[in-house]
């Protein structure tokens, strides 16, 4: 159904797909398309109570770092979010250099949100979008970043002949790739969830670069879902479910291009369903918090209460501060005055010292709020 393994020249055998997609594979199981009517539905509902969010795009970030550190980690990265947001805000000297991993994600999916608005889903789409991951990165090892690979790669073992599994020759890869791109654009009566998750099984399947091809394809899942506008913002935290699940992520992943792709549709589908749950329910902590903190600084003086407001806006998107960010963020000229608006918000248990051992250079930390994103799928 998928394809089959062919025996190379070389002396081993690699899986050749077959013309994508089979008219067997697109005849969905009952359960299957039930699985799906609930997940879109969840999915819609979720679209909705984020657009409820005010300032909403404060708090895209935070879903950004949480999807990144996720599909990073699941490939062995093991800096975390935590990690990741004091990069950004080059708060830490000492931040694991696996970091750069995560970074290197979000680099990517911002630059592929920006280039769907005046660019088609393609091939040559996905090859810039490997480039902005790949080019520069701590593990760029001779990847060849933002081109399909030119020789044959594998999964496991140290040569193709012990290798898990044998993705397509260059040349059946070429022909693959070209098939998945008509099935981007195709019309034919799929349900765009289940599309979503052939396009990224078979795109693992076809495996086309010589490295970053798992974080690569979570990414479409993402791209492929804004283009289709079944969300409005990248608030699917789908990246933490395959890593909660990691086992059966690839166990089902196999058995697709075994020819069972069943399994597979129903896991991705679940994995919606899932996910979709957590993340309203995240919505919702967020609403409950921000409306609590909102009242803690309204009581603060009218001198202090326009900072404050900033301040907490901007803690959205970057819970964790220095004095200096702070008056870079409030126009604030001493570092007494920061470090005075900094007390009130610990005074009132919203931020929070991160080390009480350091004596200087004391960074601070919206706990609660990161809390949120660190207890989803752990």
């Known amino acids: 159904m998928i394809g089959k393994y062919i025996q190379q020249p070389e002396g081993f055998k690699s899986f050749v797909p077959h013309s994508f997609p089979s008219e067997a594979l697109l005849d969905f199981a009952p359960e299957v398309i039930e699985k799906n009517s609930q997940a879109t ?28 550190t996720s599909s990073s980690q699941i490939e062995g990265t093991k800096a975390t979010m935590i990690d990741s947001l004091e990069a950004k805000e080059k708060i830490q000297s000492n931040i694991p250099d696996d970091v750069d991993d995560i970074l290197h994600y979000i680099k990517a999916l911002n630059y592929g949100m920006g280039r769907l608005q005046n660019f088609p889903f393609s091939n040559r ?3 810039e979008t490997h480039k902005e991951l790949m080019i520069g990165a701590r593990n760029t090892h001779f990847c060849d970043p933002g081109n399909f690979r030119q020789s044959q790669n594998w999964i496991g073992g140290k040569n193709p002949s012990e290798a898990e599994f044998v993705p397509p020759n260059v040349n059946d890869m070429k022909k693959s790739l070209a098939d998945l791109e008509t099935f981007f654009h195709s019309n034919l009566s799929i349900p765009p969830l289940i599309k979503a998750a052939l396009i990224h099984s078979q795109f693992e399947t076809i495996h086309p670069f010589l490295d970053g091809n798992g974080r690569t394809g979570r990414l479409l899942i993402t791209f492929f879902l804004l283009q289709k506008e079944l969300l409005e913002k990248p608030v699917l935290f789908l990246s933490s479910y395959f890593k909660k699940y990691k086992k ?6 196999n058995k697709y291009h075994n020819n069972k792709p069943e399994e597979w549709i129903h896991f991705f589908l679940e994995g919606i369903i ?30 202090s209460s326009e900072n404050a407001l900033i301040i907490l806006q901007k803690l959205f998107s970057s819970p964790i501060v220095t004095v200096s960010i702070i008056q870079k ?33 004391k960074t601070y930390i919206y706990k609660k709020y990161i809390d949120i994103f660190e207890d989803t799928f752990q």
Request: charged share 30%.
């Open 41 to 68: 539905l969840l999915l819609g509902k979720l679209d909705g109570i984020t657009q409820l969010l005010p300032d909403v795009d404060f708090f895209i970030s935070m879903y950004i770092h949480k999807d990144a």
């Open 329 to 361: 963020w409030t126009g604030i000229k001493t570092r007494t005055g920061a470090q005075n608006i900094i007390n009130r918000f610990i005074a009132v248990d919203v931020l929070e010292i991160k080390d009480e051992n350091k004596k200087y250079g």
């Open 125 to 127: 789409f996905i090859c």
């Open 274 to 303: 899932e996910t979709a749950e957590v993340a309203i329910e995240t919505v919702k902590k967020i609403t409950i918090l921000r409306e609590e903190d909102m009242v803690k600084i309204s009581k603060f003086n009218k001198s």
């Open 248 to 253: 059966v992520y690839y166990e089902v992943l």
